[in-house]
């Protein structure tokens, strides 16, 4: 049977603009989401989890982990796309700024990171993870939205675009594809929809 990778976008956060965004956690209905998750049966063969060193990804994880009885390990570069040239931006102009983002993927928008280079940097992570992982079963990422789509993108062979983005609802999506070939099963789900 051909294991799976699970990519999960962590789920609703507790936005703080007195905090930098790394640091900012899941809010109540975001932790209630990943705990729903909890319940889909797909998850059942997940033997291994990996999250960004980002609180809301480290949280999520967490509640993923604990439930199954295994450790959370924790890899630098599942985090998001850089953004700490502009810090916390109102929604509007955060949402501009990303539609940027995805649509010049070889240019620093703003000083952030280019799309280009956080793509190359989460199908490196991704790639260190299945070639050193040594549990026998699926493999859960708990990371988010930006380099998620990019990561999309890269294994649909599709050019950068934010098309392929997640349902704009507060994160908490995944997609599952194949570990040994790369192939996409299914496109984003909402978390707590469990099946």
Known sequence: MLKKIFFITHANVVVDPNKPVPDWGLSKKGKERH???????????????????????????????????????KIESLKENDRSSTGFLFEEEFQTTVNNFF???????????????????????IKYIISNDKSSGDIAVVAHGGVGTLLFCFLASKK????????????????????????????????????
């Open 160 to 195: 950068i675009s934010r098309q392929y983005d997640q349902p704009q609802n507060g994160g908490g999506h995944f997609f599952t594809f194949y570990k040994d070939n790369f192939k996409i099963i299914h496109d984003w789900q909402d978390i707590a929809l469990v099946s």
């Open 35 to 73: 705990e729903l998750f909890n319940s889909n049966t797909e998850t059942k063969n997940i033997t291994a989890v990996y999250s960004s060193y980002e609180q809301k990804a480290i949280d999520g994880g967490l509640i993923l982990s604990n439930h199954l009885g295994i450790e959370l390990k």
């Open 103 to 125: 649509a010049n993927p070889n240019e620093s928008i703003r000083g952030w990171e280019k799309a280009i280079d956080a793509q190359n940097r989460i199908v490196s992570a």
